[in-house]
């Protein structure tokens, strides 16, 4: 039996939910990021799946 997946780009850090997104190439250029990241401002994990 395979445990279960978290949602892609979902992690934990400390105690408080994040998303985090890769950026295409075409648009990293335009913002100047690779890489999106968004605190989710909670802890607990059904809250964060919204």
Known sequence: ???KQRP???WLRGTVW???AR???S???TI???VV???LRT?????SLI
């Open 1 to 3: 039996m395979r445990p």
């Open 8 to 10: 892609t780009g979902l």
């Open 18 to 20: 994040q998303f985090r």
């Open 23 to 25: 950026v295409p190439s």
């Open 27 to 29: 648009v990293a250029r």
């Open 32 to 34: 100047g990021k690779t």
């Open 37 to 39: 990241s968004q605190s």
């Open 43 to 47: 802890s607990s994990y059904s809250p």
